[in-house]
């Protein structure tokens, strides 16, 4: 079924944050972190930052904007876990913001170039910035900025400089945004309208101080996890020509964090004073910015701009041929997306021979080859063709999230009752061991379904809703099947589970909304988001 269009549908964009300069600070110095007893912790303690942050994921989490794919997730936690281990290494994360902040960063369908912090250890990356970027010392630098937002608690600084006295003004309004995109139950579940959350980012902006600092700590965190820095200078220098040349609103991102000649500068004397770094890992930045490329703009329009993409890909010298790479495999997936499966066929084996007469190093090959070979088991689910994509996964010495869940599409469109076991019985294991894991929990529905168990396909629905933190649709959704398991053929081992599931959910939902009116932030006229 086709998505809806991309202009039609919600976008997620909130607040990103900065600190207050430290002049004079050496630029490998320790980051001092904000005091349990100072302005910030008094109007905004830790655990209430993380409250807050929770609620926002709430509704991004439902909105369909909200990005699961599997290779581009793994490809963003490839880049977060290294800088969150630095950022902890160097002292910027302290004990009590590692156990109480989440560190979670996510994915948002929209072509602007953006990425945001918010309160809690929430970061998100719009696919236009992955897309626009040519190497991943580049996408980390700016998810080292954000990190750094996040470690220096600039959300809550902003907070209490902003209103001391009356911080819970600030958090109505940031609800009050989500509130007014509701106006009925269909656009509760959307979840964020994208001009109203930009407003409300507009709002928070941030000084040119705490920008610096942001980028200060973020290079020491980028140079310490092993990425070069020459990624934030690139990048730096990347969206202030593109901005320039193309200032029609798709970079939200220097709204919120302007560029300055001095802020480009400073990161230039930074650099000079590290050893040089080569850019690593190319060919597969390359093909995971074309994915992110398609995934962007879920518009017919698009993909078929897409699906030509690679029509002047013949020079493989250009940009070291990367560039020519990503054209192809963009254009492979534009194809699979409009059911163009000769075309994809084609551009995938361009890819491929690409990939080789590119003759990388052979780590960097075998990164890329893999994210080929998943596109390969991608056209072969979508053609129909389930053997193939199990052959082609077979090549693949590997246990990974995205195996697992590109072997559960490839059973379900087999059909066939063994591969579907199999896949009920892995999916099973993996979200007993990751029951957040709210994708995964929305495949074994699917599995359950089509092996014909209809009360463990409701629950596993429910835990889909719950593992997003709708608590609300899991509830409405796990007492369904307690009215279906009244029936005579009913499995009341399952209805038992599902009751059991039930009441604890209930009494979630109840200790939440207590937590919520008692603390500082929540109006109490505010309903817990759908």
Excluded: C
């Amino acid at each position: 079924m086709m998505k809806k269009p991309f202009a039609a549908r919600p976008l997620i964009t909130l607040v990103a944050a900065a600190t207050l300069a430290l002049p004079g600070a050496p630029l490998r110095a320790q980051v001092n972190l904000p005091a349990l007893g100072d302005a910030v912790s008094q109007d905004l303690d830790v655990g209430t930052e993380r409250q807050l942050g929770e609620r926002y994921m709430r509704q991004i989490r439902i909105d369909p904007a909200y990005v699961q794919d599997p290779l581009l997730r793994e490809y963003l936690d490839g880049i977060w876990n290294p800088l969150i281990a630095a950022a902890r290494k160097l002292g910027n994360i302290s004990d009590e913001t590692q156990t109480r902040f989440a560190w979670e960063p996510f994915l948002v369908e929209d072509k602007s170039v953006n990425a945001f912090a918010m309160p809690g250890g929430y970061v998100g990356t719009h696919l236009g910035l992955i897309a626009m970027t040519v190497s991943r010392d580049e996408l980390a630098s700016v998810i080292a900025h954000e990190i750094s937002h996040v470690t220096q608690r600039h959300i809550a600084r902003r907070i209490a400089g902003d209103s001391r006295n009356s911080w819970v003004a600030v958090a109505g309004l940031l609800l009050g945004v989500l509130a007014a995109s509701r106006g009925n139950i269909d656009m509760a579940n959307a979840g964020i309208i994208g001009g109203q959350a930009a407003t409300a980012q507009m709002s928070l902006n941030f000084s040119r101080d705490m920008e610096r600092e942001a980028d200060r700590v973020g290079f020491n965190v980028l140079v310490e996890a092993g990425f070069a820095g020459s990624g934030m200078v690139s990048m730096f220098e990347r969206m202030e020509q593109a901005y320039h040349l193309m200032d029609n609103g798709a970079f939200p991102y220097l709204r919120s964090h302007p560029l300055t000649t001095e802020r480009i500068g400073d990161a230039r004397t930074r650099l000079a004073l590290e050893p040089f770094a080569r850019p690593r890992g190319l060919a597969e930045h390359a093909l995971m910015a074309a994915r992110a490329r398609v995934l962007m703009d879920p518009r017919v329009e698009a993909w078929q701009v897409l699906e030509n993409y690679d029509a002047g890909a013949r020079n493989l010298r250009d940009s070291g041929g990367y560039e020519q790479l990503g054209a192809r495999y963009a254009a492979a997936l534009a194809s699979i997306k409009l059911r163009h499966f000769d075309r994809a066929e084609a551009s995938l084996r361009s890819a491929e021979l690409t990939l080789q007469l590119l003759a990388p190093g052979d780590a960097e090959r075998a990164a890329a080859s893999r994210q080929l070979t998943y596109l390969r088991a991608e056209l072969a689910q979508a053609r129909g063709r389930p053997a193939d994509g199990i052959a082609a996964l077979d090549r693949l010495n590997e246990k990974s999230r995205p195996l697992l869940l590109q072997r559960v599409g490839l059973a379900l469109a087999a059909g066939a009752d063994p591969a579907l076991r199999d896949a009920a019985e892995a999916l099973q294991t993996h979200v007993s061991l990751e029951p957040h894991d709210a994708y995964a929990w929305s495949q074994l529905a699917l599995v359950w379904e089509k092996l014909g168990q209809p009360l463990r396909a409701i629950r596993a629905r429910a835990e889909t809703h719950a593992a997003a933190g709708d608590l609300n649709g899991a509830i409405d959704r796990l007492r369904s099947g307690l009215r279906q398991s009244r029936g005579p053929d009913a499995d009341q081992v399952e209805a038992s589970v599902i009751d059991a599931r039930l009441r604890t959910l209930v009494y979630e939902r109840q200790s939440l909304l207590a937590e919520m009116y008692r603390g500082r932030y929540i109006p109490p006229d505010v309903e817990l988001p759908n």
